[in-house]
């Protein structure tokens, strides 16, 4: 069972809010994986870390979306002005190295723009 | 450009039938095919992975065929069981030493008792 804890569970925004999840990755995990998943079921990629640094992200060019992993903190994942297409699960994961092992999956905060 | 693809996008079976799941990739430099299920209202697991250096990969009831030369792929579930309707999705490490995988667009399997 995967260990990586997310909150809040659910999220609630108007547009043009902030929403802000969190992701405590599985302990001994250095890297960290955030996914959008839609209500198609569809994945997006949007970022990953290694202990703080970026490994590779999407083109965010929208400014919108922003995430970190600070030292001895939770990850986070920001939308600074949500918008209702942003509405999905949001998923985080994390992995003992980056490639080609097995990544666990937490259970999501899902956030819906109203 | 889709990296990974999925079909059928629903399958039905009748319980004791064996379940055939396919996916096909783009690029042959991809080495890392992990397949995910997700039940209803929970988050993706793993539920089992190949390397291109085996042609197969057997764990249990659940089997991934793999044929590198025309970069598809296929899941096998055997014996199928009504606890085994979920959503699969076949994903490829497409983002080297990062690990980024990308996903297919899953398949919805029911098995019916």
């Known amino acids: 069972n995967s260990k990586v804890i997310q909150t809040p569970r659910y999220l609630v925004k108007g547009q043009g809010q902030k929403a802000k999840m969190r992701c405590i990755p599985e302990?001994?995990?250095?890297?960290v994986f955030w996914y959008q998943q839609n209500k198609n079921n569809e994945f997006k990629f949007l970022i990953n870390?290694?202990?703080?640094?970026?490994?590779?992200q999407i083109d965010m060019t929208e400014k919108r979306f922003s995430a970190e992993c600070p030292s001895n903190s939770p990850c986070s994942l920001e939308i600074q002005s949500s918008e209702a297409g942003d509405s999905a699960l949001y998923l985080c994961a994390s992995s003992l190295q980056g490639a080609n092992t097995e990544v666990f999956f937490g259970k999501g905060t899902r956030l819906t723009v109203v | 450009q889709q990296q990974v693809r999925q079909s059928p996008q629903s399958l039905t079976v009748w319980e004791g039938e064996t379940a055939i799941l396919n996916c096909s990739y783009e690029?042959?430099?991809?080495?890392?095919f992990p397949w995910y299920w997700q039940f209803p209202r929970e988050s993706p697991a793993l539920l089992i992975a190949i390397r291109p250096v085996s042609n197969k990969k057997e764990d249990g009831r659940f089997t991934i065929f793999f044929n590198k030369r025309e970069k598809k792929l296929s899941l096998h579930i055997t014996d199928s069981q009504p606890g085994d309707s979920a959503t699969y999705f076949c994903?490829?490490?497409?983002?080297?030493?990062?690990?980024?995988?990308?996903f297919g667009e899953g398949t919805q399997v029911t098995v019916i008792s």
């Open positions: 690029d042959s430099t991809f080495d890392y």
């Open positions: 994903a490829v490490n497409t983002g080297g030493l990062s690990g980024k995988l990308t």
């Open positions: 870390f290694q202990n703080q640094e970026v490994l590779q």
């Open positions: 302990k001994g995990h250095p890297v």
